[in-house]
């Protein structure tokens, strides 16, 4: 049974940065893309950036220039280094692995 579990939510001020975590396990994942997104309550969810099997990245709008994905396919974990921290960052973000296992979610804060 495939598991994704996230760490590294919380609360981080504004222009902070947090690295968030997502450890799969269950299966073998290094063949597929991974990624995070997130969600706001009564809002779509959105993309956040995904890694490729091959190491190909992307990045929405939002985020571009404050964040970094990373992957450890030994370990099966995908990391997201997000860095200067907005309001607007404040969401519920999910892991995604192969565009079909979710995990549970962590929730950011972005606040004073």
């Known amino acids: 049974q495939v598991q994704l579990v996230e760490s590294g939510g919380g609360l981080v001020q504004p222009g902070g940065s947090l690295r968030l975590s997502c450890a799969a396990s269950?299966?073998?994942?290094?063949?597929?893309?991974m990624g995070w997104f997130r969600q706001a309550p009564g809002k779509q969810r959105e993309s956040v950036s995904g890694i490729w099997s091959d190491g190909h990245t992307n990045y929405s709008d939002s985020v571009k220039g404050r964040v970094s994905i990373s992957r450890d396919n030994a370990k099966n974990t995908v990391f997201l280094q997000l860095n200067d921290h907005k309001p607007e960052d404040t969401d519920i973000y999910y892991c995604?692995?192969?565009?079909?296992?979710w995990g549970q979610g962590t929730q950011v804060t972005v606040s004073s």
């Open positions: 995604n692995v192969g565009e079909s296992y």
């Open positions: 269950g299966g073998i994942f290094s063949p597929y893309a």
